[in-house]
């Protein structure tokens, strides 16, 4: 029971903040190209770590997660008058590079596959 609360607070708490970073921050360091991928709060519901995916340069992901974090407490309270919790968890935004990982993963994939088209016909796997 206490596993599913937390997931839909999560799940509450990714979508009440992405709201409140496109609508209410007015930081020219954060990045318009982002999307909040999760959020995972502690079991004692007092922090809460944000992962943030950002489109763009290395340097403009860090100056972007900083950014976030500087206005967290803006965003903890400006998301904390529409979700209703007895203390709203302090916030820690982590950028998430997920998508990079995956996108590395893919580009491997297909350098493994046009090595192996490249092979002569005969060739076998194992080697003869």
């Given at each position: 029971m206490a596993k599913q609360r937390i997931e839909r607070l999560n799940s509450l708490l990714r979508e009440?903040?992405?709201?409140?970073?496109?609508?209410?921050?007015?930081?020219?360091?954060?990045n318009e190209l982002f999307t909040i991928t999760r959020v995972s709060i502690s079991k004692d519901l007092r922090h809460a770590k944000v992962y943030v995916s950002i489109l763009g340069e290395e340097n403009e992901k860090a100056k972007s997660i900083k950014a976030l974090q500087s206005a967290s407490g803006f965003i903890g309270s400006t998301a904390a008058k529409q979700v209703v919790m007895r203390f709203f968890p302090s916030l820690k935004f982590l950028l998430d590079d997920a998508v990079n990982k995956h996108m590395r993963i893919e580009e491997l994939l297909h350098q493994i596959e046009e090595e192996k088209n490249m092979r002569p016909q005969g060739e076998h796997e194992n080697g003869q």
């Open positions: 009440v903040i992405s709201d409140v970073i496109r609508k209410h921050v007015r930081n020219p360091d954060v």
